[in-house]
Each structure stands twice: as structure tokens, then as C-alpha cells.
Nanobody
């Protein structure tokens, strides 16, 4: 079982930046796909970015809406996943969840099977 804890959300003006952090404990960090989902009020939870580590190379996924603005990264020594969010827009507002045990397909990152979720951290972007 993986436990994940997010931090780093907050209130920022449009055009600003935030960095989310997610610390994981349990199985060896990097042995499972991790990522970030978000949920805006009245909308379904959507995959924002995912990261998969392997000996042959790392794989990242970004939703079209965040490509070029968000960057996912890891610090294995700290068992931590990051999401650097730049050029934030009001449309980025929502609860951001870190998750472990995700699945990467050819075109997306999905939560399927046993997925471990954090409690969420709120990101609010004002116009």
C-alpha cells in the first residue's frame, strides 16, 4: 500500500506559478506510476500529468491544456513527486490530487485498479 501526501497549493494570480509536492511512502519510490489529477467544481476529475520511471527511460504525460506550462519531476532521494505550474490560468483552479498506481496508455494517464490518492490540495487562480 502506498501513502501519498500533497502540499503546495494556494491562491495565485493569473500568470503566476505554484509548485505542488507529493511525498510517497510504502513500496520503493519509482516502482509505480505517479501523477496529478485535478477536479474543478462541477466537473469530473481529470488527469493532468503523470510520470513513469523505468531503466529504459522515463515517460511523462501531460494533458493538452497544461502542455508547455506544467512540468512533472521527481526527487527519488526524497520520495517526492513535483508539479511545477507556470503561467497559471483561472481554468487551472481546482483540487489537485496526487496519486500512485496509475496507468499510462498511449494517449492518457488513467486511474484504473488499485490507485492510492492523497487528500488533495486546493489551487485557486484569480483573474
Amino acid at each position: 500500500q502506498v501513502q501519498v501526501v500533497e502540499s503546495g497549493g494556494g491562491l495565485v494570480q493569473a500568470g503566476g506559478s505554484l509548485r505542488l509536492s507529493c511525498t510517497a511512502s510504502g513500496p520503493p519510490f519509482g516502482s509505480y506510476i505517479m501523477g496529478w489529477f485535478r477536479q474543478a467544481p462541477g466537473k469530473e476529475r481529470e488527469g493532468v500529468s503523470c510520470f513513469s520511471e523505468s531503466v529504459s527511460g522515463n515517460t511523462t504525460y501531460y494533458a493538452d491544456s497544461v502542455k508547455g506550462r506544467f512540468t512533472i519531476s521527481t526527487d527519488n532521494a526524497k520520495n517526492t513527486l513535483y508539479l511545477q505550474m507556470n503561467s497559471l490560468k483561472p481554468a487551472d483552479t481546482g483540487m489537485y490530487y496526487c496519486a500512485a498506481g496509475l496507468t499510462l496508455t498511449a494517449t492518457s494517464c488513467v486511474a484504473r485498479g488499485n490507485v492510492y490518492w492523497g487528500q488533495g490540495t486546493q489551487v485557486t487562480v484569480s483573474s
